[in-house]
């Protein structure tokens, strides 16, 4: 993986107007975002893994998080995003950490707002999975911590810190 401090020249001068805006747009995202990592897979500005970090006084305190984000070059396209590091969370499907995207909300046209936006909602997500922002977002219905939110929110927030600190700790990230 590349940073994206470092992208590609061949970006810039590639011709490709998406490309250019789209590489330029990520590093100054990094610039303004320097607590949080960004890589390109491969080289492709299209294809990103980022780091959220766990929000204090949360289930998810002290964790951190590598979600993988995959956008398709038309931004009418939904991008594709995905937890990489196991989370216990009623968005994420508990098997393979998929995120899905309410296909009834409405995304910015450009892709670094969609980027931005997707990420807002994830950081939000952590803090609050009830918060009204997170339409764009649907709930993993099948997967055990949504059924375990929904019957006790005692023993899901219970199940959410022993996975963070099972699994998304500095020194060792489990992965899906």
């Not at 994206?4 to 970006?11: F, K």
């Not at 296909?103 to 997500?125: R, W, Y």
Request: aromatic share 8%.
């Amino acid at each position: 993986m590349a940073g994206v401090e470092n992208i590609s020249p061949d970006i810039a001068v590639s011709g490709d107007a998406t490309l250019t805006r789209l590489g330029l747009e990520l590093q100054q995202w990094k610039a303004a975002h320097p607590d949080r990592s960004l890589e390109l897979v491969d080289g492709d500005p299209f294809d990103l893994v980022t780091t959220v970090n766990g929000e204090p006084d949360t289930p998810y305190e002290g964790g951190i998080f590598c979600i993988s984000y995959k956008a398709n070059r038309n931004p009418n396209s939904r991008p594709v995003i995905k937890f990489l590091t196991k989370i216990f969370h009623p968005y994420v499907d508990t098997d393979n950490g998929n995120v899905s995207l309410n296909p009834k909300a409405e995304l910015p046209a450009q892709h670094l707002d969609q980027f931005k936006e997707v990420m807002s909602a994830i950081v939000v997500m952590l803090k609050d999975a009830n918060h009204p922002h997170l339409e764009m977002l649907e709930h993993a219905t099948g997967s055990a911590a949504f059924l375990k939110y929904r019957q006790s929110r005692n023993q899901f927030e219970a199940t959410a810190r022993r996975w963070t600190g099972e699994c998304a700790s500095w020194h060792q990230n489990v992965r899906f």
